[in-house]
C-alpha cells in the first residue's frame, strides 16, 4: 500500500494560465475526494467521485475549475485562467466505500499552487 | 448544518505537560469525528475517530480523544508532550449529503511544544 500520490507537489504560474494536478488513490479505493486549504485555515471540500462519477461539487467550484476521474483511477483537477486567489494547497482523499460506519479518509501529500 | 469550531489556533506546552486541543461540533444528527494532524509541507494524517461505541477513543502516538454529547465536544488529549508532536491539528465532523461523506474541518490549532 502506497498511499496517496498527488503531482506536482508544487507549482508556481502566472495569473491567467492553466495548471493541472493529478491524484493517485490507494489502489482498491473507490471513493475520491478533493480539498482546498489556504493559510490558516481547515481543508474545505471542492468536489467528490465515486467511482468514475462525480457525486457532488462545492459551490466554491467555480466555472473555471473542473475536474475529472476519467476510469475510476486517478482524478486530476485543473484550473483555466488561475487567478491570485486560487493560490493554496490542494488535497486530495480516497476511501473504500463501507456500509457499517462512514469512510476514513486518506489524504495524499498536497498539491501547493503559487499564482504569480 | 454541522460545523466544527476549534479553540484556540495556537496552544503551546512543555515538554512531558498534558496536551488538551479543544473541538465542539455541531450537529442534528449524530456526528461522525476526526482528529487529523498535519505535518510542515504533507498532508493530512489521521489521529484517531469516533464512529459509534466507546466514547473514549484511542489513536496514534499516545493521543486519545473523549466524545461527550451532553457538551457537543470531541477534546484531544495526550498525557505527556513530545517534541515531535509539534504540528497542527485538526478537527472535523463527517457531513452526510445524499450518501456522499465530506468532512467539515475546523480551522486548526498549531502545537508547539517547548524544550
Known amino acids: 500500500d502506497t498511499g496517496v500520490s498527488q503531482d506536482p507537489r508544487h507549482k508556481i504560474t502566472k495569473r491567467g494560465q492553466n495548471v493541472t494536478f493529478r491524484c493517485d488513490p490507494i489502489?482498491?479505493?473507490?471513493?475520491l475526494y478533493w480539498y482546498r486549504q489556504t493559510l490558516g485555515q481547515g481543508p474545505e471540500f471542492l468536489t467528490y467521485?465515486?467511482?468514475?462519477?462525480?457525486?457532488?461539487k462545492s459551490r466554491l467550484l467555480s466555472d473555471r475549475f473542473s475536474a475529472e476521474r476519467p476510469k475510476g483511477s486517478f482524478s486530476t483537477l485543473e484550473i483555466q485562467r488561475t487567478e491570485q486567489g486560487d493560490s493554496a494547497m490542494y488535497l486530495c482523499?480516497?476511501?473504500?466505500?463501507?456500509?457499517?460506519?462512514?469512510?476514513?479518509?486518506?489524504f495524499g501529500p498536497g498539491t501547493r499552487l503559487t499564482v504569480l | 448544518a454541522q460545523s466544527v469550531t476549534q479553540l484556540g489556533s495556537h496552544v503551546s506546552v512543555s515538554e512531558g505537560a498534558l496536551v488538551l486541543l479543544r473541538c465542539n461540533y455541531s450537529?442534528?444528527?449524530?456526528?461522525?469525528l476526526f482528529w487529523y494532524v498535519q505535518y510542515p509541507n504533507q498532508g493530512l494524517q489521521l489521529l484517531l475517530k469516533?464512529?459509534?461505541?466507546?466514547?473514549l477513543v484511542k489513536g496514534i502516538n499516545g493521543f486519545e480523544a473523549e466524545f461527550k454529547k451532553s457538551e457537543t465536544s470531541f477534546h484531544l488529549t495526550k498525557p505527556s508532550a513530545h517534541m515531535s508532536d509539534a504540528a497542527e491539528y485538526f478537527c472535523?465532523?463527517?457531513?452526510?449529503?445524499?450518501?456522499?461523506?465530506?468532512?467539515?474541518f475546523g480551522t486548526g490549532t498549531r502545537l508547539k511544544v517547548l524544550a
Open positions: 482523499a480516497s476511501s473504500l466505500a463501507g456500509w457499517a460506519s462512514p469512510d476514513t479518509q486518506y
Open positions: 489502489s482498491e479505493h473507490n471513493r
Open positions: 467521485f465515486q467511482n468514475e462519477a462525480q457525486l457532488e
Open positions: 450537529s442534528s444528527v449524530p456526528p461522525y
Open positions: 469516533y464512529t459509534t461505541g466507546a466514547t
Open positions: 472535523a465532523v463527517s457531513v452526510t449529503t445524499s450518501g456522499t461523506y465530506k468532512y467539515i
